[in-house]
């Protein structure tokens, strides 16, 4: 039987490009942790991305995962059929354009191979306390340069 975990994540980005972070909350029977990280140069949605990916990357063994995120770029990909329409396709986009950010997508797909992910959508910048501290982490990343946690894309 596999663990149960929730994770939050957000990914932020002053300007877009420009730096950016990400942060994530991983709840385990009540415990919580905290992740975040820096990036110098990147986009949103790559944060929005790098997110999920390394709060997957930090389960030791393969979970049930609820993951809850407010990108909808991210959500949509996994609940939407976009990610199997971009396999099907080449990794292209029904416009026949090369899928951005393949890079992290494989890797991301990759995780949730090993895990069990559900993907929740909650409302960014609203009443929940989890997305709202995930921005929060995100955001402090960016303010003090990866003085944090730092964690490589």
């Excluded at 997305?131 to 490589?152: F, M, P, T, Y």
Aim: net charge positive; glycine share 8%; charged share 25%.
């Amino acid at each position: 039987m596999r663990k149960k975990i929730e994770i939050y994540t957000d990914g932020a980005c002053s300007g877009n490009p420009g730096p950016g972070g990400w942060g994530a909350i991983l709840i385990y029977k009540g415990r919580e942790r905290e992740m975040s990280g820096y990036k110098p140069h990147t986009t949103n949605n790559r944060m929005e991305l790098t997110a999920p990916i390394m709060a997957l990357n930090a389960l030791k063994e393969p979970c049930h995962v609820t993951m809850y995120t407010d990108s909808a770029y991210v959500v949509n990909a996994f609940t939407k059929g976009w990610i199997a329409s971009w396999l099907q396709n080449g990794w292209r986009t029904s416009g026949k354009k090369p899928v951005e950010n393949q890079d992290l997508w494989k890797r991301l797909l990759d995780l949730c191979h090993t895990h069990q992910v559900d993907w929740k959508k909650v409302k960014g910048h609203a009443d929940n306390e989890y997305n709202n501290r995930c921005d929060q982490l995100a955001r402090l990343a960016i303010k003090s340069h990866g003085e944090e946690e730092v964690e490589a894309e």
